[in-house]
């Protein structure tokens, strides 16, 4: 039998899994992790899955201790991939709030609440789908097999995180010479002037960040990402200029990059609009199975003493119960934002509805092609689109409150999505390896619990030290964060007319 059928511990045989050990190695890992990922994805609009890392340094630390076991590990890994994966929701769309001046600054209570519910909701409303998309369609959640082959291997713990450390001495040697001694600058740049209208640029940023990211989302979504800039850079941006020629005089790579921030990046936002509703039709069949298993287990009445150990969900009634009171806090921060309380409950369930069919989406996208791969980007600008046109209905063109609202509604359906397609790849590697899903959802709770306290904090540090958006004399290393500049300008342009 293979490991589909047969979990690498037996469902009759239980191990120590959510220990006190394992729940504060958990959370503070959730909390670095999303830290990492929020500067990764700010800086270079890509975030990645932690949980081989975490697998990893949790074999590292808790071979430190005279009782650990396989079951253990895991569970740290399943809470501290929830940081990263929220991390992703957060700076995907609490920036924008930032770049499009309805915040200043980043309110720590709002932040955190905001990305709590949408975490949490994200873990709830794959709570009924795990059964669906994990047990019955057996999709393949690579990075969840991944990481149950790093846990079965944990023996060689100490042999795989020695890589970690020379990687990390390695970026941190990099970046100390090109950011703090200032031996060679970030980026090669090399621009030529051919004629009035025709300009040459090449340039190419030398960040070990984004070599890494390269080497770990693999060959084809790199190149996916380069064919993107191609269009962009070397038949848009041209095909501008020769139709608008340079009036402001600007060289080159200045020129590129206004023309990009102002015209061509809206190119991307309507093709991720339309990707993202492609997927949606694509997979309108798996997404109805998933809904109609959730209905039908909140109809069925089980008595979990009769369900293996391997099999026990955390119970339904207490996600319906969890879902209804993460609603409340989130309906507040509506009404406090846009002081109208029928549209604030408008909104809230927007969010719902909009919540749990993206979960679903993210889920079995993370089945298909990896959490590090889901397009949660063009699921969010899906949801930014969508509430922004049901709001302009309601508030009408040149609303101040209009796009702030929609980012709102996105953000928590963002968070909602990151967490469910991780959530899946870690109920995915505790199925193979005859974990408790239970006791992994409520791991999953205290990672995004730690991460969302956490996030405040390191977006305002990131804010200070950086800023965000095009950089400025004041702020010249300022972080691009293009998913939120893309969900700012579909949320304007919709308000504005555009």
């Not at 941190?172 to 621009?191: N, P, Y």
């Not at 904090?457 to 958006?469: D, M, S, V």
Request: hydrophobic residues 50%.
């Amino acid at each position: 039998m293979d490991n589909e059928e047969k979990p690498y511990i037996d469902a009759n045989k239980s191990l120590p899994e959510t220990t006190i050990k394992a729940f504060f190695l958990g959370a503070i890992l959730s909390a670095a992790l999303a830290a990492a990922n929020a500067y990764l994805g700010l800086f270079a609009g890509l975030t990645v899955s932690a949980s081989i890392p975490a697998a990893v340094i949790s074999m590292a630390v808790l071979k430190l201790f005279k009782k650990n076991n396989i079951l253990e590990n895991n569970i740290v890994q399943t809470a501290a991939s929830a940081g990263e994966s929220l991390a992703a929701g957060v700076i995907f769309t609490f920036p924008a709030l930032v770049l499009m001046g309805y915040w200043s600054s980043f309110s720590y209570l709002e932040t955190a609440l905001i990305a709590l519910a949408g975490g949490v909701l994200g873990v709830l409303f794959t709570i009924p789908l795990r059964s669906a998309l994990i047990v019955k369609q057996k999709l393949k959640f690579p990075e969840g097999v991944a990481t149950s082959e790093v846990l079965k291997s944990g023996e060689e713990g100490g042999k795989a995180i020695k890589f970690l450390a020379y990687g990390g001495l390695v970026g941190a040697f990099v970046k100390l010479s090109e950011s703090g001694l200032k031996i060679w600058d970030a980026t090669f740049e090399k621009a030529a002037f051919a004629a009035e209208k025709a300009y040459l640029y090449f340039g190419m940023n030398l960040s070990p960040a984004l070599m890494s990211v390269g080497y770990i989302v693999g060959l084809r979504i790199a190149t996916l990402v380069f064919a993107g800039g191609v269009i962009s850079w070397w038949i848009a941006i041209p095909i501008y200029l020769a139709m608008n020629g340079n009036p402001d005089g600007l060289e080159a790579a200045t020129l590129g990059g206004k023309i990009w921030s102002s015209q061509i990046r809206y190119l991307g936002v309507g093709a991720m609009v339309v990707g993202g509703l492609w997927a949606l039709l694509s997979l309108r069949g798996a997404i109805s199975g998933a809904v109609s298993a959730g209905i039908k287990a909140i109809k069925d009445k089980v008595d979990s003493s009769t369900i293996l150990r391997t099999e026990q969900d955390t119970p339904i009634q207490w996600v319906i119960i969890g879902i209804g009171v993460m609603i409340v806090p989130i309906f507040i921060i509506y009404m406090r934002e846009i002081e109208n309380i029928p549209i604030s409950g408008l909104m809230a369930i927007i969010m719902v509805i909009a919540g749990f069919l993206f979960a679903s989406v993210a889920g079995y996208m993370a089945g298909l092609v990896g959490s590090s791969n889901n397009p949660i980007s063009g699921v969010t600008i899906a949801t930014i689109l969508t509430s922004s046109l049901i709001l302009l209905a309601l508030l009408g063109t040149g609303s101040e409150k209009g796009p702030a609202a929609a980012i709102l509604i996105g953000s928590v359906v963002a968070c909602a999505a990151a967490i469910a397609g991780d959530n899946m790849q870690d109920l995915k590697a505790g199925h193979i390896l005859g974990a408790t899903p239970r006791k992994q959802q409520v791991m999953q709770m205290v990672g995004v619990i730690a991460a969302a306290f956490a996030m405040p904090l390191i977006l305002e540090l990131l804010n200070e030290a950086y800023g965000f958006g095009p950089a400025t004399p004041e702020k010249p290393n300022s972080l691009q964060a293009p998913q939120a500049t893309l969900m700012q300008s579909v949320a304007d342009g919709v308000f504005g007319g555009g």
